[in-house]
């Protein structure tokens, strides 16, 4: 094929996929299409009881995964934001009775908001017998407290001593 024959043929390809662009552009479009409605399973019912056993056996096998290393390794010592874990231990363990005069009164502690499918969840630690903090959602409870409701800087507790408001650090309104 000489070289004139191989530019007649590129610029006849080059005509015809013009004119196919044309035509797609002025064909008429269909207007017989509608939108259909996309259909969601239902979510299974989950009680609190069973949101929290799903809870821990999904933060165990997260902890376990550890995706934040390269190694892909478990880490050695669980974080723990209160400095209370000893080297070596990695699950949360139930602590021993303390003698109440000797021990401060427990105060809940309020770590952080986020968004999930289920709504607002507060990163709480409730309960002074299990060190490091917990995903709560509104109505789950924890030692001796229940979450009334999780908002976007504040969490509103029922307790020992009546309702409590813990507010994020750096939140615009002060706490009571």
């Given at each position: 094929?000489?070289?004139?024959?191989?530019?007649?043929?590129?610029?006849?390809?080059?005509?015809?996929?013009?004119?196919?662009?044309?035509a797609a552009?002025l064909?008429?479009?269909?207007?017989?299409v509608t939108?259909?409605p996309?259909?969601l399973?239902?979510?299974?019912?989950?009680?609190?009881?069973t949101?929290?056993?799903?809870?821990?056996s999904h933060?165990?096998?997260?902890?376990?995964?550890?995706?934040f290393s390269?190694s892909?390794?478990?880490?050695a010592?669980?974080?723990?934001?209160?400095?209370?874990?000893?080297?070596?231990?990695?699950?949360?363990?139930?602590s021993?009775p303390?003698?109440?005069?000797a021990?401060?009164p427990?105060?809940?502690?309020l770590?952080?908001?986020?968004?999930?499918?289920?709504g607002a969840v507060?990163l709480?630690?409730?309960?002074?017998h299990?060190?490091?903090?917990?995903?709560?959602?509104?109505g789950?409870?924890?030692g001796?407290y229940?979450v009334?409701?999780?908002g976007?800087?504040?969490?509103?507790?029922?307790?020992?001593?009546?309702?409590?408001?813990l507010?994020?650090a750096?939140?615009?309104?002060?706490?009571?």
């Amino acid at each position: 094929m000489t070289r004139a024959a191989l530019d007649r043929l590129l610029l006849g390809a080059a005509a015809a996929f013009a004119l196919a662009g044309v035509a797609a552009l002025l064909w008429p479009a269909r207007d017989d299409v509608t939108a259909r409605p996309l259909a969601l399973a239902p979510l299974p019912a989950v009680s609190a009881d069973t949101a929290a056993t799903a809870d821990a056996s999904h933060v165990a096998a997260i902890v376990q995964a550890n995706v934040f290393s390269d190694s892909r390794r478990p880490p050695a010592v669980r974080y723990d934001p209160t400095g209370t874990a000893m080297e070596g231990e990695v699950a949360p363990v139930a602590s021993a009775p303390v003698d109440s005069e000797a021990a401060p009164p427990f105060a809940p502690t309020l770590y952080g908001i986020v968004a999930d499918p289920q709504g607002a969840v507060a990163l709480l630690r409730l309960d002074p017998h299990i060190p490091g903090a917990r995903a709560y959602h509104a109505g789950d409870r924890g030692g001796a407290y229940r979450v009334v409701r999780v908002g976007d800087t504040e969490v509103v507790l029922d307790g020992p001593a009546g309702r409590r408001t813990l507010r994020l650090a750096g939140s615009s309104r002060p706490s009571p």
